[in-house]
């Protein structure tokens, strides 16, 4: 049985939410808040596995409210309700420990297979939002004068993980493109590529592309 909590301002979502969610037998809903303040007076003796976060509320911000319930429950897993033009709140969950994004709109079935994936370990973004974010997605801009660009470049400089080869093509499988593509904007071969690649989820322990977002913004490589 997965714990599930909802902590949602909405309360007509969350109510809707809540009851398809109660329809599936391998769901248990254990906590429903209005407000992050009211969640984590809840965590102690709810202890969800999984929580649907969503980020603008009243009080504590979702960002606020995840750090702060993380650090109490730290094995648990925290999926990001989000809107088409939220992303400029991504680099902030993903900070504070978000694990999945997917749009309030989302059918039911992309519900079940986001808490399926980060419960498996994984990270999750709905299609259409991962869709979305690459295209938002940057590779380092010129510093001068943008503070932020500045810290990513830091970031870069001293990630000691990823070679900078694999740094770039991290960032072209963050912006959605193809092998091809990212061989033919590099002037390297498609080969080249699968295998640094492969090189980039070995050394970052991620599954799938999802995952590899997730990393690049918690790790500064990109910005959104």
Avoid: W
Wanted: charge should be negative; proline fraction near 3%.
């Amino acid at each position: 049985m997965i714990r599930i909590a909802l902590v949602d301002d909405h309360s007509l979502f969350r109510h809707g939410l809540k009851m398809l969610l109660e329809m599936c037998p391998d769901f248990e809903v254990v906590a429903d808040a209005a407000s992050g303040e009211e969640f984590l007076e809840q965590l102690p003796a709810a202890h969800p596995d999984v929580v649907f976060m969503d980020y603008a509320m009243p009080g504590l911000n979702g960002a606020q409210t995840t750090a702060r319930a993380l650090a109490i429950c730290p094995d648990m897993k925290v999926i990001t309700l989000s809107m088409f033009g939220d992303a400029v709140y991504y680099s902030e969950m993903v900070d504070s420990g978000a694990k999945g994004f997917m749009l309030k709109d989302s059918a039911f079935d992309e519900v079940v297979e986001a808490v399926e994936t980060v419960c498996g370990g994984g990270s999750y973004f709905s299609a259409s939002l991962l869709a979305s974010l690459s295209q938002s997605i940057r590779s380092v801009p010129d510093p001068a004068g943008n503070d932020a660009a500045g810290r990513q470049q830091q970031a870069i400089a001293e990630h000691d993980q990823l070679s900078e080869r694999e740094i770039e093509i991290l960032v072209g499988i963050c912006q959605g493109l193809s092998t091809q593509e990212i061989a033919d904007k590099l002037f390297i071969s498609k080969r080249t590529v699968d295998k640094h690649r492969a090189n980039i989820l070995e050394k970052s322990g991620c599954k799938n592309t999802a995952s590899l977002v997730v990393y690049a913004i918690r790790n500064h490589l990109v910005q959104v």
